[in-house]
């Protein structure tokens, strides 16, 4: 492992733990539906951050059920965050959409 892949891999893991903690944070402090799930979203991308460098190290080789040759857990957890964000987004438009 060369020094790129390390500034990459602990450049992911500090910013991904400072957004984490800010979105925890701000989850104690609402009760909004629409930012729960963008709190969601965000601990959601940082737990797929940490599984993907797990399993870039050999860590975390979970493949016990695969969808053809591509492992579940590597083609759920990229886009769960997305979801939640899509989610979110549309509670929004929805709220501000209804006070017209």
């Not at 020094?3 to 979105?23: E, H, K, Y």
């Not at 539906?33 to 460098?53: D, H, K, N, P, Q």
Request: glycine content about 4%; overall charge positive; proline content about 4%.
């Amino acid at each position: 492992m060369d020094i790129g892949q390390i500034a990459l891999i602990s450049s992911r893991l500090v910013l991904g733990a400072a957004a984490s903690f800010f979105a925890i944070m701000l989850w104690s402090k609402t009760r909004d539906v629409a930012w729960m799930l963008m709190v969601v979203g965000t601990i959601a991308a940082y737990a797929e951050t940490v599984y993907s460098i797990l399993d870039r190290l050999g860590v975390a080789r979970l493949t016990p059920i695969s969808l053809g040759s591509v492992p579940v857990a590597s083609l759920v957890l990229p886009n769960l965050p997305t979801l939640f964000y899509i989610v979110a987004f549309a509670v929004m438009v929805v709220r501000k959409s209804r006070r017209r």
